[in-house]
């Protein structure tokens, strides 16, 4: 699934962040090496269950409804005369 790859990107980015910035703190790397092994295995284990959490919501919510081109999917074409207006609530 996209979201889970972008997620995983966005963590790798972080840990290089951290590395580069705070390199004169060698635990604050090693802890965001950690999360991002945890980030990671995490959503691999959401992937393989087909789950996702609450911060997964609203992604998958706009997955629904828009295409990687930013166009109308079938999904939001059919429910989007029925609706005037779509809350999402936790």
């Known amino acids: 699934m996209k979201f889970f790859d972008e997620a995983e990107f966005l963590a790798s980015q972080f840990v290089e962040m951290v590395e580069c910035r ?38 998958v919510a706009l997955q629904l409804l828009w295409d990687a081109g930013g166009q109308l999917t079938p999904c939001a074409r059919e429910w989007c005369g029925r609706f005037e207006h779509v809350f999402r609530d936790e």
């Open 22 to 59: 705070l390199g004169k703190r060698p635990w604050r790397c090693r802890l965001a090496v950690l999360a991002q092994d945890f980030g990671t295995r995490f959503a691999a284990a959401k992937r393989d269950l087909a789950g996702i959490d609450f911060a997964d919501l609203g992604a």
